[in-house]
């Protein structure tokens, strides 16, 4: 076989071949355009390649011209395909640069094909015989047209197009891109002197031989190949990435008892791992959709899931969610679950992804720390009522000795002849009235002595400071404290525990007593006040004592006391207590003489009572 069909067939057979295969790579994937823009340069190189073997073995002037004008149409599609890979693979050429060499090649296309001489080519006057290597081929004899600078300026235009479209790409804030275009500029700049000095010699006549624009824009190709073939190792070395990140991931989502899922919100499709559908009890062969998680839920969760999902789509798309899951167990297992959301253009949720975690063991942990606490609150309830106990007994000896007066005083009047029943009447009111108050008191003692868990109900911060300061009064009275209250109506409520709330306001009025109780009985004054703060509400206690120590947060550590024989627990369990209550205590000595406790506690709303 000859040479020249030897080399114009391997390079038209290889230009086919890369072509069928980025062309496959971009049906696979449409958003790789520069797949197909490299295909349509390759499938129109193979065809200029065909159209060249063909010419250099035309006979006559009239068929080399037929040949030479459809060459013209497959150099337009080259330079055209040229174009859309740098912008759709680059994205930095100028457009008007883009239009301007398109409409420039438009012009030579349409020169080309205008009838007479063609657009190299005033008249051909003679096909030649040349040896090229080794074999004879035929080239044209005849005089050039004065159109030919319109070609050297399509290749300065593109040239100028490649290299712009490089210096801007330097440009950009991009270590991963600025070594990608120098590569295809060395591709143009090698083709356009080979396609231009090929051109010369055949034009003007300078050597007899034949068009081999095709070898030269396999220059072209190479660099466009080059570029994305380097994507593609790119590509393999992500995906080789991506499976390694994938497989940690599974060992880390085993390991720490993670599920993965996807929500395909359209079709109702969710995908979860293998962990998943072990912690939510799904069969692995089952087809998983909203409602088949739903139905797994403890019933009194379905509905606070399905709002929150609700909330997440009309929101900022964050779903986040805390929920029971049914069990053969009696236990429930507890689940929390973080996903996010993403909307389509419209604002339409397509799909959620998140992951679940098993919580069980660290929601039954903490029912046990609750319930120690409120063990442990018990206890000093207990020893608070301890040293209460003198003053609540004269708190029920009081309306007890009223009644038993006042009985006495009803049986004599019963006695008088006649009776004095109107006198007896407003006894009897006075007696119940009494038993009322000591009834109050005792129900006040039993709540106290009350072992129990933690109920939070809406409550005024007032009432309970109204409530502790009525059980403490004989207490403070007897040991010459006076309390001064300052509590402004209008504030909203809080969630708490009444009983928890009052005996952690009873350990800070006999804490400041204590501290008062070396002191001149006219200096011993407590001052209690409530007040709004931003959304919570504040209550505060000072006394005039001789102030705390220096390292203030050492005093709510457990077992530190200054009382002779005291635990030391009874700050400790007030800063946990008021933690439960998500709130916080803290303590401080003011400029004056005394300290300082403030106590702050969420409000329910925002509403004044």
Not at 101 to 130: D, K, Y
Not at 243 to 252: C, F, Q, V
Request: with cysteine; glycine share 6%.
């Amino acid at each position: 076989m000859n040479p020249t069909t030897v080399i114009w067939s391997a390079a038209a057979a290889s230009c086919v071949t890369l072509a069928m295969v980025h062309l496959l790579s971009w049906c696979w994937n449409r958003e790789s355009k520069a797949s197909l823009w490299f295909a349509g340069t390759a499938l129109s190189v193979a065809l200029l390649a065909c159209i060249e073997s063909a010419m250099m073995r035309a006979q006559e002037p009239a068929g080399f011209l037929a040949l030479h004008r459809w060459g013209h149409v497959a150099f337009f599609v080259i330079i055209l395909c040229i174009v859309g890979f740098v912008q759709s693979y680059y994205r930095t050429g100028r457009w008007w640069l883009v239009w301007s060499l398109i409409g420039l090649r438009l012009l030579i296309l349409v020169l080309a094909f205008v009838p007479g001489p063609t657009f190299n080519f005033r008249e051909i006057t003679a096909m030649e015989p040349v040896v090229f290597l080794g074999e004879t081929v035929m080239t044209p004899r005849g005089t050039p047209t004065p159109w030919e600078f319109l070609g050297n300026a399509s290749g300065i235009l593109l040239l100028a197009f490649v290299i712009d479209a490089a210096v801007r790409l330097q440009r950009r804030d991009d270590s991963g891109e600025k070594r990608r275009t120098p590569v295809m500029a060395v591709g143009v700049v090698l083709f356009i002197l080979s396609c231009t000095v090929n051109g010369v010699l055949i034009h003007q006549g300078k050597a007899q031989v034949p068009y081999f624009i095709t070898l030269s824009f396999l220059f072209v190709i190479a660099a466009m190949k080059f570029e994305l073939s380097r994507d593609m190792l790119h590509a393999a070395r992500l995906a080789a990435e991506v499976r390694e990140n994938a497989e940690s991931m599974r060992l880390a989502a085993g390991a720490g008892e993670l599920a993965l899922w996807r929500w395909d919100i359209p079709r109702d499709r969710i995908w979860v791992s293998p962990g998943g559908r072990e912690l939510y009890g799904i069969p692995s062969e089952q087809a998983i959709g909203i409602q088949s998680v739903l139905d797994t839920l403890h019933e009194d969760d379905r509905e606070t899931v399905s709002e929150l999902i609700t909330r997440a789509f009309a929101g900022s798309g964050a779903f986040q969610a805390v929920y029971r899951v049914k069990t053969s167990r009696e236990v429930p297992r507890w689940i929390s679950a973080r996903g996010k959301t993403e909307f389509a253009p419209n604002g339409e949720p397509v799909r959620m992804r998140g992951v679940s975690v098993d919580i069980t063991s660290r929601i039954l942990a903490e029912q046990d720390a609750a319930r120690h606490r409120d063990e442990l609150a018990h206890l000093s309830r207990v020893t608070t009522l301890n040293e209460l106990s003198g003053s609540l007994a004269h708190e029920i000896y009081q309306p007890l000795a009223i009644i038993l007066s006042n009985a006495q005083a009803a049986q004599r009047l019963l006695a008088r002849t006649p009776p004095d029943l109107d006198e007896v009447r407003e006894i009897l009111v006075d007696i119940v009235d009494e038993d009322l108050r000591a009834g109050q008191v005792i129900e006040r003692l039993r709540s106290l002595f009350k072992r129990g868990q933690t109920k939070t109900t809406p409550v005024f911060l007032n009432e309970i400071v109204d409530e502790a300061v009525a059980l403490a009064h004989h207490n403070l009275a007897a040991r010459g404290v006076t309390t001064k209250v300052s509590m402004p109506s209008g504030l909203p409520q809080v969630m708490g525990d009444r009983i928890q709330l009052q005996q952690v306001l009873l350990n800070l009025l006999l804490n400041a007593a204590d501290a008062m109780s070396l002191q001149a009985p006219e200096t011993r004054h407590i001052h209690l006040s409530t007040a709004r703060s931003g959304d919570s509400v504040r209550l505060t206690v000072r006394d005039e004592g001789p102030g705390l120590p220096d390292d203030v947060e050492k005093i709510f550590q457990p077992f530190n006391t200054s009382k002779p024989g005291g635990l030391g627990l009874g700050l400790a369990i007030s800063r946990s207590i008021v933690a439960a209550h998500g709130g916080r205590i803290w303590a401080e000595n003011p400029p004056a003489r005394g300290a300082v406790f403030h106590i702050e506690i969420p409000a329910t709303n925002l509403e004044a009572a």
